[in-house]
């Protein structure tokens, strides 16, 4: 069954092998971004194209805005799905597709 984990929770980010946004920060996907009065705010997304060492999928996420940049440990987030379970991989696929399919921009379809 697939769970997240926020990387602010630094010893299990490292135990599980997960990436440090730093190695993949070029390679995001902005979506649903705006402004508001003060400056802006979206979301990010990334999925490597390589499974993590135990064969498991994994899509990095997260937010930004007024009081965080992109990448901000709290605001960071891996799910991860069992690469072993056929059910598990038709979710991340899924869930691929659900990031993949949000407007560039807030408000827009």
């Given at each position: 069954m697939a769970f997240t984990v926020n990387a602010f929770n630094h010893a299990e980010w490292s135990r599980l092998g997960?990436?440090?946004?730093g190695d993949f920060a070029d390679q995001i996907a902005e979506v649903n971004v705006g402004e508001d009065a003060f400056s802006g705010f979206g979301e990010w997304f990334f999925v490597p194209e390589v499974p993590l060492l135990n064969g498991?999928?994994?899509i990095y996420f997260g937010s930004w805005g007024n009081d965080n940049?992109?990448?901000a440990s709290m605001y960071t987030n891996a799910e991860i799905f069992d690469g072993s379970d056929p059910n598990d991989l038709s979710e991340f696929a899924k869930r691929v597709r659900h990031w993949e399919s949000q407007s560039e921009y807030a408000g827009t379809e």
């Open positions: 997960l990436a440090d946004y498991d999928r994994v940049s992109p990448g």
